[in-house]
């Protein structure tokens, strides 16, 4: 399946944090609610593939693409 690029630089950037928030919480978090932090996989996941299923979902581009 062809995955068209859809996250951009900013984009990317705002993904690995959130991600990096997320996944820390699997070392801080007690009890249950420490796997919560495992949502920290999908941003990270869609910034490394510069694909947001959401985002093309709801129609959004954040990345700038020379047509």
Do not use: E, Q, R, T
Request: charged fraction near 20%; include cysteine; aromatic fraction near 12%.
């Amino acid at each position: 399946m062809f995955l068209l690029k859809n996250v951009g630089d900013i984009d990317k950037i705002f993904k690995f944090v959130a991600a990096f928030i997320l996944l820390s919480i699997l070392l801080w978090g007690d009890g249950n609610l420490k796997y919560l932090g495992l949502i920290g996989l999908v941003p990270i996941i869609s910034a490394i593939f510069d694909f947001c299923p959401l985002c093309l979902i709801l129609g959004k581009k954040s990345c700038k693409i020379k047509k």
